[in-house]
């Protein structure tokens, strides 16, 4: 067996499921769930639809590059979305299909690192734990960046030694990011653009969360629009990843993309080839159908704003949350142990979170996850408000 998978960590709803196993819930109060960002408002029709009436491709095997005319979609959606210069992007040659983001940003780890000279993979904590199995099963060594509130989550770039950056080949970002909510703007990128030509190394964007923020005139920037915008229009070293489990409601279809860097593209190509992952065609033509409306996500947007007003109406004061810059989690502080407060709410009120050290390490003391937690905003709204509620009480019993 690969001796790297006893160095992989369980995984943060098994860890909660421990938690829990002896955990004997109020009776009376059904349980409100809001420990995993699984979207629950309805898929649009126009997916549905499109994927029911495309169910004869089950008898086709699909390419690993997709259809053209899925390629071409994603095209013209990166720019309109991220205003990129015409003829920049590339259907044949800067995008590929992929089968959700998660199994795109572990793939993308093992087809682009070379072990054999003891490499670093930089990634934000607390996160997304895909990018640390990645990393590991890859060969390569994490090196974790605390995102902390002063700061405003977003890592402390400055800190990072010259030598860390020599020994980086892969760096994950997350903007908006998972848990924080935190959206790094153009200057933040642009500078990670160069250290990536000064050290070279690979970024790799999981932007699975951009399509869902509070100002329409002002949605977050993408690392490619930040890249074309300071004149890189071959977009060297960036990759981005982009999924419609947010965006569209549709995190069982597994459909998302990569684009960016040409040549990474195409050895990320070879890779896919052998890895077997190529999407069905049904899912294919519901997600040219997602991606080509705009209606759906605005809705979507809308959704998500309403329950935040009606959330942090209830709990800012009792626990001390505010409002991320994007996405659908709020990363409260809690007044007592993180693990601790989630054992009393689910005894107490029934509400099930997760920890925040569930998705951070510890490094030189200091756990960024430590005495906070996730709360995904993705149940219908009456049962996040009254989720709120429980959790206000909890908190005034404590």
């Known amino acids: 067996m690969n001796p790297s998978l006893d160095r992989l960590q369980p995984y943060p709803f098994e860890k909660l499921a421990t938690l829990f196993?002896?955990?004997?819930?109020?009776?009376?109060?059904?349980?409100?769930?809001?420990?995993?960002?699984?979207?629950?408002?309805?898929?649009?029709?126009?997916?549905?639809?499109?994927?029911?009436?495309?169910?004869?491709?089950?008898?086709?095997?699909?390419?690993?590059?997709?259809?053209?005319?899925l390629r071409a979609t994603i095209v013209r959606w990166l720019m309109r979305r991220f205003g990129l210069p015409d003829g920049s992007i590339d259907p044949e040659r800067n995008v590929l299909p992929v089968n959700g983001t998660r199994e795109a940003l572990f793939a993308f780890a093992q087809a682009v690192i070379d072990p054999t000279s003891h490499p670093f993979v930089l990634m934000p904590n607390p996160f997304y734990q895909i990018y640390e199995g990645a990393a590991l099963l890859a060969g390569a060594r994490p090196q974790y960046l605390p995102c902390m509130e002063e700061n405003r989550f977003i890592p402390d770039f400055d800190s990072i030694t010259a030598d860390t950056w020599q020994r980086c080949q892969l760096l994950y970002i997350c903007s908006p990011g998972n848990p924080c909510g935190a959206v790094f703007d153009e200057a933040i990128l642009q500078r990670l653009i160069g250290m990536a030509e000064e050290h070279d190394f690979i970024i790799a964007a999981d932007e699975c969360y951009s399509e869902l923020y509070f100002e329409d005139a002002t949605p977050p920037v993408g690392l490619l629009q930040a890249a074309a915008a300071m004149g890189h229009l071959d977009y060297r070293r960036c990759v981005v990843f982009h999924s419609l489990s947010k965006r569209s409601n549709a995190p069982g279809m597994r459909s998302g993309f990569v684009a960016g860097d040409a040549q990474i593209v195409e050895r990320f190509f070879r890779y896919r080839t052998y890895h077997g992952c190529a999407m069905p065609l049904h899912h294919q033509y519901a997600s040219i159908a997602a991606w080509s409306d705009e209606d759906h996500v605005a809705?979507?947007?809308?959704?998500?704003?309403?329950?935040?007003?009606?959330?942090?109406?209830?709990?800012?004061?009792?626990?001390?949350?505010?409002?991320p810059d994007a996405g659908f989690y709020l990363w409260p502080s809690t007044p007592i142990d993180d693990t601790d407060f989630a054992r009393g709410l689910l005894a107490s009120e029934n509400v099930a979170v997760l920890p925040g050290r569930y998705l951070s390490r510890e490094v030189k003391g200091v756990d960024p996850g430590a005495r906070r937690l996730r709360l995904a905003l993705v149940a219908p709204k009456s049962d996040c408000v009254e989720a709120a509620q429980r959790i206000r009480r909890y908190v005034e019993s404590l």
Request: a negative charge.
């Open 21 to 69: 196993a002896d955990v004997e819930p109020a009776p009376g109060l059904d349980r409100i769930a809001m420990s995993i960002g699984e979207p629950k408002h309805p898929t649009p029709t126009l997916v549905t639809d499109a994927l029911i009436a495309q169910l004869q491709g089950l008898s086709v095997y699909p390419s690993t590059r997709g259809l053209p005319e």
């Open 299 to 323: 809705a979507n947007r809308n959704s998500y704003r309403e329950k935040f007003a009606a959330v942090l109406a209830i709990l800012e004061g009792p626990l001390s949350v505010s409002r």
